[in-house]
Nanobody, 125 residues
Framework: QVQLVESGGGLVQAGGSLRLSCAAS????????TGWFRQAPGKEREFVAT????????LHGDSVKGRFTISREYAKNTSYLQMNSLKPEDTAVYYC??????????????????WGQGTQVTVSS
């Protein structure tokens, strides 16, 4: 089993920055990838970014490219989502997910088998 705990959410003005953290515990050696997804009220869950732990390769969703950056600190079993130039439309609950099935940089939620509880990000205009 893998447990994930997100932190770092909050309220920020448009144009501001936040950094989300996702701390993994348990069978962390089994993690191949860590992803971030978000879900706004009344909308489907949306892919944000993912990173492969072995080589640090990343993939970002089109709506956040150039503004958000995913990274990982292997020694701390933690991944991060640096969010810059935030917009009101970035308001959502952000979820961290871990994939232990393969090394693919998945963009679909079913490609991840462990999930955190989510952290709220609110961007005011």
């Amino acid at each position: 089993q893998v447990q994930l705990v997100e932190s770092g959410g909050g309220l920020v003005q448009a144009g501001g920055s936040l950094r989300l953290s996702c701390a993994a515990s348990g069978r962390t050696f089994s993690i191949y990838t860590t992803g971030w997804f978000r879900q706004a009220p009344g909308k489907e869950r949306e892919f944000v970014a993912t990173i492969r732990w072995s080589d640090g390769r990343t993939l970002h969703g089109d709506s956040v490219k150039g503004r958000f950056t995913i990274s990982r600190e292997y020694a701390k079993n933690t991944s991060y989502l640096q969010m810059n130039s935030l917009k009101p439309e970035d308001t959502a609950v952000y979820y961290c997910a871990a994939g232990t099935l393969n090394t693919k940089l998945g963009t679909r939620d079913y490609e991840y088998n462990y999930w955190g509880q989510g952290t709220q990000v609110t961007v005011s205009s």
